[in-house]
């Protein structure tokens, strides 16, 4: 198809990743699917910055939506290239830098989140399910001592810290404590190493876009004329970044 030998080497490395995240992605879904309960994605995902209450994947669909938008500045820019016209190209990808940085902040943001206040981690996942109705129960927290005894209408353990328990009133509808199980633990470890393994790929794509950048606006791939083929072949691999998001979108945050 008369592609040059850089893009066709391009094109190849993406397939192979493909394959990567796809094996991935099917192996999550196969313990998804294997065991009885799984984190509900609205109780999980549902904390927004500098905002108190609860916003259910609110967050994340920011976080979707700025990588998206980076992908048509990504565009545009490989469209200024193909017109030659060095100026619109540093422009349009200093854009995409920026919505990708954004993109890592806000995935920061959500590791911290998770992991220092809501202590989930690679082995262990505080994101149970209600053993009675297998749904989350709300209400407000409030911590008691250790020792304490419990009955009929009081709150009912969640987690251990600082030897406190943390609890959450709930009754069941047999008038008996309600109880509650930690989720399983894969879902932090493929949460953290899946959504981790995509960050690196971000954080990759906007290093090699400040180094392509700076070649544009030095005047470097002027003198080719070859319409900023390293623009374009950064391109692909940018939008097939936001495609993979697309797919770990929908697995951890709509299934």
């Known amino acids: ?14 397939l192979s990743d493909a394959f990567t995240f796809a094996g991935f992605l099917i192996a999550y879904g196969t313990l998804r699917f294997s065991v009885p309960t799984w984190p509900v994605p609205d109780f999980v995902f549902q904390a ?23 992908s048509v500045t990504m565009v545009r820019a490989v469209q200024e290239g193909h017109r030659e016209n060095r100026q619109g190209v540093v422009y349009w990808m200093v854009l995409t830098i920026i919505g990708g940085a954004a993109f890592l902040g806000c995935q920061a943001y959500e590791w911290n989140t998770l992991i220092n206040k809501e202590h989930m981690s690679l082995t262990k996942n505080p994101f ?30 969640i987690h251990q810290k600082d030897g406190d328990y943390q609890l959450l009133k709930y009754t069941a509808s047999d008038g008996s404590p309600g109880q509650q199980q930690f989720g399983p633990k894969a879902f932090g470890a493929l949460f953290f190493f899946i959504t981790g393994f995509h960050g690196f790929h971000v954080l990759s794509g906007v290093i090699f876009l400040i180094i392509i950048a700076m070649n544009v606006f030095s005047g470097l791939y002027a003198e080719r004329r070859n319409g900023y083929e390293m623009v374009e072949k950064m391109g692909l691999y940018w939008h097939f970044v936001d495609l993979v998001w697309v797919f770990v979108f929908l697995v951890f945050y709509l299934l």
């Open 48 to 70: 927004v910055p500098f905002l108190s209450g609860h916003y259910p994947l609110i967050f994340v669909t920011i976080m979707t939506f700025v990588l998206i938008v980076s």
């Open 1 to 14: 198809m008369k592609a040059s030998y850089g893009k066709l080497m391009m094109w190849y490395f993406l």
């Open 128 to 157: 149970g399910t209600h053993v009675e109705a297998g749904t989350y129960i709300e209400g407000d927290d409030h911590k008691i001592k250790a020792g304490d005894t419990f009955k009929a209408g009081d709150p009912f353990l």
